[in-house]
């Protein structure tokens, strides 16, 4: 079901659900469901700060790590142990307790990463 403007556009739409984050599609109509291989970006990590949905807690998201879900979980692992904080892996972003942009750019440099921060 959707909800509709004035001028017929979809305003809302439970119809998708979620959307997966490689291809922007919903995920039962995903083209890129093999999370085995690596995903492809523009070769640049974000580092990004948001409190929406957290009830005013502020967590790091690290976005376009090109990494197979493995890894990813891995290096997530390493990231958290470095920075002593807890975290997640969520749709292949890697989520961070806290303001960590300041620890991670360092150390996502020295792992060969090109990063960039987003965001305030």
Same mark, same amino acid.
């Given at each position: 079901?959707?909800? =509709?403007? &004035?001028?017929? $556009?979809?305003?809302?739409?439970?119809?998708?659900? /979620?959307?997966?984050?490689?291809? =922007? /599609?919903?995920?039962?109509?995903?083209?890129?469901?093999?999370?085995? /291989?690596?995903?492809?970006?523009?070769?640049?990590?974000?580092?990004? =700060? +948001?409190?929406?949905?957290?009830?005013?807690?502020?967590?790091? *998201?690290?976005?376009?790590?090109?990494?197979?879900?493995?890894? *990813?979980?891995?290096?997530?692992?390493? *990231?958290?142990?470095?920075?002593?904080?807890? $975290?997640?892996? &969520?749709?292949?972003?890697? +989520?961070?307790?806290?303001?960590? /942009? #300041?620890?991670? +750019?360092?150390?996502?440099?020295? #792992?060969?990463?090109?990063?960039?921060?987003?965001?305030?």
């Amino acid at each position: 079901m959707g909800r =509709r403007d &004035k001028r017929g $556009g979809l305003v809302y739409s439970t119809d998708g659900g /979620r959307f997966c984050p490689g291809c =922007r /599609r919903p995920m039962n109509a995903c083209v890129c469901r093999d999370r085995s /291989r690596p995903r492809n970006g523009d070769g640049v990590v974000h580092l990004s =700060r +948001e409190t929406r949905g957290r009830k005013g807690a502020g967590v790091t *998201l690290v976005i376009g790590l090109p990494l197979a879900d493995a890894d *990813l979980a891995r290096l997530a692992k390493s *990231l958290k142990t470095r920075c002593g904080v807890g $975290g997640s892996v &969520k749709d292949g972003v890697i +989520e961070l307790q806290g303001d960590q /942009r #300041d620890k991670l +750019e360092p150390l996502l440099l020295a #792992d060969g990463y090109q990063v960039k921060r987003a965001g305030g």
